[in-house]
């Protein structure tokens, strides 16, 4: 009761009149600490929980008191459609006090962004792709829209600790700080982090200030989960079969099906039916594709289309009009959605979500999750898993179901352990280095390259690169035009440099996916995005092929067809997978335990799938032979280190080995033939790990691993330097291979 009495008049109205009876765990919490301290605050607490209103009741309680003299508030989101989301409610919040609240982003009208920039105060809500749009286009107004800025609220901050974008959202606000002499308090809002302690390290990066996580008693969590798996074809799994499964409370989804209808699809048609569900794919292509699938059955079952599509690559106009919908309480159509609609919008009182195949991450899993049991119900996710019948001649490895391991991996380490992954804070982010060198001259214009360095290199993101480091990367722009050397010996943005810093893509640091033609002969297979390196395979076409030649300027692949058999290449790695959850995939497939959410046909495909990792001898060794000289190496390693493992048995080990025939399907296995016995495999690749080498010598000779967007301006010898240092898990890798 203190905090709510210490909260403004027109926020204790507004609590009177939306009917609450008292405030949440969090909102004390959050209250105490915003009001008790100076210290930079992080929240985490579920979705749905009431974060933003217990972040924002105390901020605009402090700024009703004081008004700021500019822009007193700057709200930095990961997506627009949260933006838009926020700007309703925090008006209707703020329009009795008076304190105005703006948004900036690609869809916002200039004449909202000219009455901001006329009469700076209230709040402002921003992409970071804006923020650096702003840096760089409205440099001069910084001090006076942001001079007296108290706090800086990053929401949904878990999506911002793993990648480029994170590192270039700190640097912007470190950057726009120092320009407008101001030092806010940094407000983090998320569901889900993992190790709240590094989040709180991340957030306060810089910022002069310790972060404070205040915990409080967050209440019972209820889930209401199932997850069920479909062969593509009939039979099914369980035919045949006497499986007994649990089922959730209130109905048991069946398996019914248009007729010749995808069984995964069907199920998915039959179970949206009356409902407003969201539906989660982890890729755009599929997202499409899953989407004209359900609009097929309706048409050939004569019903209205009930099914909407939402992902980054459509119009504002498309994206707005979905989430319009899903707030609509009455509205019943269900929306086919990648990552876009996985953060924190309200989209009213969404009955279920559905996940197809595994997502990536256990952070992916909680706020898709999350996007359901608004409003007072559970929240409820249905995980359709979906696999072809393997070949009558397949291997070992394919005959695990993969996607439904992982999916229960992925639960099973939050329901048992709370894990969820980690900051990554140990990177060599060369890509940003370029990224933010290039937008504080484009911004600053005419600078000394002391100066330049005094600018950048302190940020706090870029801690483990050297002045050497920024010398040569200097240099090298400066031999490629993207920076000019003036007679004064000044530096500013060269022609090439131009072309690249005055587009508006280069606002965001996210690689964009650019396709590259593959080509065998004259003959044109299609395109893939992120080409491996020469020597390497891919799948297309419905064939194998190794890459002769990458042709980076043209975006052309070049290559020759092979036998054999390989997953399809879309990217370096497949997500960023956490060993944690390879490990427990381990768990799953060696330990007997039943899971109550497993449907029918999902048991009996987790009993085949035990029984084939029994018999194979899995559950006792990490390398199995598949007869002759082919061997399956299963090293239950994260993304980043099985990347590394796959390099050192290529490079480290390849001649002592005898390796030959090496295909991966990443994280899960390699295939290869080796003229060497199990046991000196062991040996060989433990003394080679034992051994100290340069992470530089797992980069292929004459390979430049372009694994970041703006790698390609980067000098070859920094990119080798920050994949082998700051990309590969060496560490991750030596601790398996001496383990085994």
């Known amino acids: ?24 765990g969090v909102q004390n919490a959050a209250g105490e600490a915003i009001f008790g301290t100076q210290d930079n605050v992080l929240l985490t607490a579920s979705t749905a929980s009431g974060k933003t209103e217990a972040a924002f009741f105390p901020i605009l ?74 840096m760089i286009n409205k440099h001069m107004e910084i001090p006076s829209l942001f001079h007296d800025l108290r706090f800086i609220v990053i929401d949904e901050i878990h999506s911002l600790l793993r990648g480029d974008r994170g590192m ?41 200030r310790p972060t404070i996580i205040p915990s409080f008693d967050a209440g019972k969590e209820v889930w209401r989960l199932s997850m069920e798996h479909f062969y593509n074809t009939d039979p099914q799994a369980d035919e045949g079969l006497a499986v007994t499964a649990d089922t959730p409370p209130e109905e048991a989804p069946t398996d019914t099906a248009p007729d010749k209808a995808d069984p995964g699809m069907g199920y998915i048609f039959e179970h949206t039916r009356g409902k407003k569900c969201l539906i989660f794919t982890n890729s755009r292509e599929e997202c499409e594709s899953v989407c004209q699938n359900l609009r097929q059955y309706c048409e050939i079952n004569h019903e209205p289309d009930r099914f909407l599509i939402h992902h980054g690559n459509l119009s504002a106009s498309y994206r707005e009009s979905a989430e319009e919908e899903m707030k609509d309480d009455d509205s019943l159509m269900s929306v086919c959605a990648t990552a876009t609609l996985e953060l924190g919008i309200d989209i009213g009182r969404l009955e279920r979500a559905f996940q197809i195949d595994a997502p990536f991450t256990v952070s992916g899993f909680l706020q898709r999750m999350g996007r359901t049991g608004r409003r007072g119900d559970p929240s409820e996710m249905w995980f359709v898993m979906r696999e072809d019948h393997p070949e009558a001649r397949a291997m070992l490895p394919e005959l695990l179901p993969w996607y439904l391991i992982q999916g229960i991996a992925l639960v099973q380490l939050y329901i048992e352990e709370r894990f969820v992954e980690p900051p990554r804070m140990d990177r060599l982010p060369y890509s940003l280095l370029y990224h933010q060198t290039m937008s504080t001259l484009a911004s600053c214009g005419e600078m000394t390259p002391g100066e330049l360095a005094s600018r950048v290199l302190p940020l706090a993101c870029f801690h483990r690169v ?34 690249v810093t005055n587009n508006y893509k280069f606002y965001a640091v996210f690689t964009e996916n650019i396709e590259y033609k593959v080509h065998a002969g004259s003959e044109e297979l299609g395109t893939i995005v992120k080409p491996p390196p020469v020597g390497d395979k891919i799948a297309i076409a419905g064939r194998v092929w190794v890459v002769d030649e ?5 975006r052309d692949v070049y290559c020759t067809l092979v036998k054999g058999k390989i997953p399809a290449y879309f990217g370096d790695v497949a997500g960023d997978i956490h060993t944690r959850i390879l490990e427990r995939m381990f768990g799953v497939l060696s330990e007997e335990k039943s899971y109550p959410y497993l449907m029918r046909h999902a048991v009996a495909r987790l009993q085949d799938a035990r029984s084939t990792f029994l018999k194979a001898g899995m559950e006792r060794r990490y390398l199995i032979h598949l007869g002759g000289n082919m061997w399956a190496l299963f090293p239950w390693l994260g993304s980043y280190a099985f990347l590394a493992l796959e390099r050192f048995l290529k490079i480290r080990c390849g001649k002592r080995l005898g390796l030959k025939g090496f295909n991966s399907a990443r994280p899960y296995y390699m295939q290869f033939t080796m003229k060497v016995s199990e046991e000196e495999f062991y040996k060989i690749t433990a003394e080679e790990a034992a051994e100290e080498f340069d992470p530089l010598e797992l980069v292929y000779p004459g390979e430049t691993p372009v694994f970041d967007k ?11 330097k920050g994949f082998a240092y700051g990309v590969l898990d060496i560490e991750g890798m030596k601790k398996r291979v001496l383990q085994w």
């Open 61 to 134: 309680t402090l700024l009703d008191e004081e008004p700021s003299q500019s822009v007193g508030v700057l709200y930095i989101a990961p997506l627009k459609a949260l933006i838009n989301d926020q700007f309703g409610r925090l008006n209707e919040l703020c329009e009795e006090a008076g304190i105005a609240v703006y948004r900036w982003h690609g869809d916002v009208a200039q004449s909202q962004k000219r009455k901001l920039m006329k009469k700076p105060s209230g709040i402002l809500q921003i992409t970071p792709e804006s923020l650096e749009s702003l």
């Open 168 to 208: 270039q959202t700190f640097c912007l606000i470190e950057r726009m700080c120092k320009l407008a002499g101001c030092s806010p308090r940094r407000i983090g809002l998320s569901a889900t982090i993992g190790n709240p302690e590094k989040a709180g390290e991340f957030l306060a990066a810089g910022s002069g």
């Open 466 to 499: 050297t002045q050497d480091d920024y010398r040569l990367l200097l240099r090298h722009l400066i031999e490629i035009d993207h920076i000019n050397r003036t007679e004064n010996g000044g530096l500013i943005v060269g022609i090439s440099g131009e072309r």
């Open 550 to 554: 990458v042709d980076h300027k043209k």
């Open 710 to 720: 703006y790698d390609e301006f980067v000098p070859e010898a920094l990119v080798r």
């Open 1 to 24: 009761m203190e905090v709510f009495y210490r909260y403004a008049p027109f926020i204790q109205d507004y609590i009177f009149r939306s009917g609450w009876q008292s405030l949440r």
